[in-house]
């Protein structure tokens, strides 16, 4: 089975500090993907990667940055953590789309929670 | 651009009742479409999905069948049980040449089953 590990279950920063969240997926995944989920917007996705020290940005990576040295891993980087970063973080991974369509399912980790006081 | 709408929650009904969560979406191109839950503390995982138009995906008693017609993907299940209580969130995911296999998401529906 795959599995999605995450550094943290429950974090609580405040205002200003860096926060680094860390993300481990066991599998060799080419594709990892950084999501933020707040109520009544779904998962919103902040940066994601397609390989080793390869990145792009998602739909809103505003105030974040990504870094992906190791395949296996995946780290969101808070600069300088703000009240509105407050909020659920999920990883995933998955191998890259191929030809059958078969192989796209994203496989996620269980989450971190924010808080940013 | 693209883009998934749910049947806004929550949604709460009795064990044994009948389950559908509407799902329909806009996109270019011809799309993957997904159903994914997520369970209480947990992190999302696969429920079904189709690739093409008339595919059915089903799983654990969930369908859902691929609308290109009506740009739909409702997910439907005929007897819900209180496990089956989580947030269903449809997603879909652009021609694979292009996109890298990045999912648009719905907004999410939570579902709450009573005994």
């Known amino acids: 089975d795959v599995k999605v590990t995450q550094s943290s279950r429950y974090l609580v920063k405040r205002t200003g500090e860096k926060v680094f969240l860390e993300c481990v997926q066991d599998?060799?995944?080419?594709?990892m993907f950084w999501y933020r989920q707040d109520p009544g917007l779904g998962l919103r996705l902040i940066y994601f990667?397609?390989?080793?020290?390869?990145?792009e940005k998602g739909d809103i990576p505003e105030g974040y940055s990504v870094s992906r040295e190791k395949k296996e891993r995946f780290s969101l980087i808070l600069e300088s953590a703000s009240t509105n970063q407050t909020s659920m973080y999920l990883c995933?991974?998955?191998?890259?789309?191929?030809?059958?369509?078969?192989?796209?399912?994203?496989?996620f980790g269980p989450g971190t929670r924010l808080t940013v006081l | 651009g693209n883009s998934v709408t749910q049947m806004e929650g929550p949604v709460t009904l009795s064990e044994e009742a009948f389950l559908t969560i509407n799902c329909t979406y806009t996109?270019?191109?011809?799309?993957?479409l997904f159903w994914y839950v997520q369970y209480p503390g947990e992190g999302l995982q696969l429920l079904l999905k189709?690739?093409?138009?008339?595919d059915k995906g089903s799983n654990k008693g969930f369908e859902a069948t691929y609308r290109k017609e009506t740009t739909s993907f409702h997910l439907e299940k005929g007897s819900v049980q209180v496990s089956d209580s989580a947030v269903y969130f449809c997603?879909?995911?652009?021609?694979?040449?292009?996109?890298?296999?990045?999912?648009?998401f719905g907004q999410g529906t939570i579902l709450t089953v009573h005994p």
């Open positions: 995933a991974s998955s191998l890259p789309p191929r030809a059958e369509k078969l192989t796209d399912t994203q496989y």
């Open positions: 599998m060799d995944h080419e594709n």
């Open positions: 990667s397609y390989d080793v020290k390869m990145k």
């Open positions: 996109a270019t191109g011809y799309p993957s």
């Open positions: 189709a690739t093409k138009a008339d």
């Open positions: 997603a879909l995911n652009l021609d694979w040449g292009t996109s890298y296999g990045k999912l648009t």
